[in-house]
């Protein structure tokens, strides 16, 4: 068999699974659940991995799962990783009804595409043709979402990262994965296949403004008023917007989560979480010291205490222009070179930054998707394409790098000059979270 049939052969095999992969899919988009707290997801996801009569390992990053297809030989490790979490978005029309979570960002079907991917090599007998092997990952937390529950599992030791896929790599989750494909879906009316891309990066902050309680009809007087106090920070980040050039692409966005405890309390304990997202790591460092500045002078001008904790965001994605173009040429293959797009920067973040910034990482984008992401009217529009289509995406991929000894992934790889290695990529988020 030549490298064209077993691209048709596994491309049938996820077809002939198709009813089953779109099912899979569409319970987990039913049954959506926030980061570090996916049980059901990964339970659902560990029946498929049995299913599959694969060995894994589960509860890395508390509930990602891990499996290896192991190929002829095994000199190199590519693996391919869907997302488990969702967002909250209580108006979708998926959102469960308790916790108000709801994939409207498309991770039940990056997770639908790697077990569908997985069924479709090992159905076609495609191991025994590569040199390497295909890890399948089932990754938790890519929304860096619910700062206050994630530092207080950070505080309880369960966890280092908000992200999955930085806590995966601190514990040892990658050190046998040599690269790494992502995928992402996109609502662009018509879309059908992209690859490439960069995201910002960004710090996560914690704010906590401390006052004194009182009366605060009968005696204002003699509370300090914590709430204004964070007022008087927000309004003055705001003021340092004209300040922010625009090439870096900043991107400062708070929400309160507590503003006092009763409206005849003068608020003491007000809580406010918050990313600092930029193009570059420099510019997300200059934005944070201005937003640090901004958030003191609140809490100087009402005589406020206050409690910064920088906790470790997301890197900018980096580029390994090698590996986008196999996904380029996987894309063609499935859907011809008129209909794949080459990314551009989008000012959202994901945790495969810090992947990249390790090893090389390609990345695909699938359509079949409309709406606006994060919002009550994100919706599947096309579900062949948006789970078997990222399927075949991963799969064809993955044949075009193990195919002959894993020669292209062999190649991948060495071009690639990753930014970091695993010690200095951690002492590198202990410093810029010291940092106040």
């Not at 198709?18 to 059901?40: C, M, N, S, T, V």
């Not at 938790?140 to 030791?157: S, Y």
């Not at 973040?349 to 990482?361: A, E, Q, R, T």
Request: aromatic share 6%; with cysteine.
């Amino acid at each position: 068999m030549d490298r064209e049939q077993l691209k048709q052969k596994v491309c049938a095999a996820i077809d002939a699974r198709g009813k089953e992969i779109i099912a899979f899919g569409e319970d987990i988009l039913q049954h959506p659940e926030l980061g570090y707290k996916e049980e059901r997801t990964a339970e659902k996801t560990e029946q498929k991995l049995k299913e599959m009569g694969l060995s894994y390992q589960t509860g890395i990053a508390l509930t990602g799962l891990k499996a290896r297809l192991k190929g002829k030989a095994s000199d190199i490790s590519v693996c391919v990783m869907g997302e488990m979490d969702s967002v909250l978005c209580p108006g979708h029309p998926f959102a469960d009804p308790k916790t108000g979570a709801a994939h409207s960002c498309g991770h039940n079907g990056q997770l639908a595409a790697t077990i569908g991917a997985g069924m479709g090599l090992l159905d076609a007998g495609a191991m025994q043709y590569f040199g390497g092997d295909v890890v399948l990952v089932a990754m938790p937390a890519e929304e860096a979402v619910e700062l206050e529950f994630r530092n207080r599992l950070r505080e309880q030791g369960k966890i280092e990262f908000l992200g999955g896929k930085q806590q995966f790599v601190i514990e040892g989750a990658f050190d046998d994965i040599d690269l790494v494909l992502a995928l992402h879906a996109q609502t662009e009316p018509g879309f059908k296949m992209g690859v490439g891309g960069t995201n910002n990066g960004f710090i996560a902050k914690y704010i906590r403004y401390k006052g004194k309680e009182a009366h605060s009809g009968a005696a204002p007087h003699v509370g300090v008023n914590a709430l204004n106090a964070a007022l008087i920070g927000l309004l003055s980040i705001h003021a340092q917007r004209e300040t922010f050039k625009d090439s870096d692409n900043v991107r400062i966005h708070p929400i309160m989560t507590k503003g006092g405890d009763l409206v005849n309390v003068v608020p003491a304990d007000v809580r406010i979480e918050m990313f600092v997202r930029a193009k570059t790591t420099e510019a997300v460092l200059d934005a944070n010291r201005k937003v640090d500045r901004a958030l003191q002078a609140g809490a100087l001008a009402i005589g406020a205490d206050l409690n910064i904790t920088n906790l470790p965001g997301y890197l900018p994605r980096a580029v390994s222009a090698e590996f986008n173009e196999v996904c380029r040429q996987a894309a063609a293959w499935l859907v011809g070179e008129g209909n794949v797009r080459i990314g551009g920067h989008v000012t959202a973040s994901s945790d495969v930054g810090d992947l990249s910034h390790l090893m090389p990482v390609g990345s695909f984008s699938i359509g079949g998707v409309e709406g606006v992401g994060h919002s009550e009217n994100y919706a599947i529009v096309d579900s062949d394409l948006f789970y078997l289509g990222a399927a075949k995406q991963f799969a064809v991929a993955m044949i075009d790098l193990l195919w002959d000894d894993a020669a292209v992934a062999k190649q991948v790889k060495a071009a690639y000059k990753a930014p970091y290695t695993k010690e200095t990529w951690y002492k590198m988020w202990q410093s810029l979270c010291e940092a106040k």
